[in-house]
């Protein structure tokens, strides 16, 4: 008698078409088929499944920002007030500079980055966060180096 794997919870053939994927997205469903010694039409149906589920939440190529002329990067952390945290998180992640909100704890709520052309981009972008409603105060870290930057996950 096989054990079921419960439902959402991807299994070692799921995650062995995840790694393929992370390492590769481009990859067919018949390459991965041969590499992983199971029908295509397996890995199709597995591959269909995990994006319905939001395992595979999409595919998208990794673009150097620098090369394509966002050379400024910030971190941004914000207090805001308690009970409209997620009005202003949904507003922050509406805005195109910004690449990521995180509602983390401690002394601020909200850390975001964001990506800019210039400096007069960034000013710009700043003096507009003040404005948001329920935002108390920012403090902004600009980046100078990145020594790693990786948002992929290895299953």
Same mark, same amino acid.
């Given at each position: 008698?096989?054990?079921?794997?419960?439902?959402?919870?991807?299994?070692?053939?799921?995650?062995?078409?995840?790694?393929?994927?992370?390492?590769?997205?481009?990859?067919?469903?018949?390459?991965?088929?041969?590499?992983?010694?199971?029908?295509?039409?397996?890995?199709?149906?597995?591959? *269909?499944?995990?994006? =319905? /589920?939001?395992?595979?939440?999409?595919? %998208?190529?990794?673009?150097?920002?620098?090369?394509?002329? #966002? !050379?400024?990067?910030?971190?941004?952390?914000?207090?805001?007030?308690?009970?409209?945290? *997620?009005?202003?998180? =949904? /507003?922050?992640?509406?805005?195109?500079? %910004?690449?990521?909100?995180?509602?983390?704890?401690?002394? #601020? !709520?909200?850390?975001?980055?964001?990506?800019?052309?210039?400096?007069?981009?960034?000013?710009?972008?700043?003096?507009?966060?003040?404005?948001?409603?329920?935002?108390?105060?920012?403090?902004?870290?600009?980046?100078?180096?990145?020594?790693?930057?990786?948002?992929?996950?290895?299953?």
């Amino acid at each position: 008698m096989s054990i079921q794997q419960p439902k959402g919870i991807p299994d070692e053939l799921d995650l062995k078409i995840m790694r393929l994927l992370g390492e590769d997205a481009r990859k067919s469903y018949r390459e991965i088929a041969e590499e992983l010694q199971v029908a295509p039409g397996t890995i199709y149906s597995r591959t *269909r499944k995990l994006m =319905e /589920e939001k395992i595979i939440k999409a595919y %998208v190529p990794v673009i150097d920002p620098s090369k394509v002329g #966002f !050379d400024l990067s910030a971190m941004i952390l914000i207090q805001a007030e308690g009970k409209h945290l *997620r009005e202003v998180e =949904e /507003e922050l992640a509406r805005m195109e500079e %910004v690449y990521y909100v995180y509602d983390i704890t401690g002394d #601020f !709520d909200i850390a975001v980055g964001a990506r800019f052309r210039n400096r007069g981009e960034m000013d710009k972008f700043l003096k507009s966060l003040l404005k948001i409603p329920y935002v108390r105060r920012t403090v902004t870290n600009v980046v100078l180096n990145v020594v790693k930057e990786d948002f992929s996950v290895k299953v």
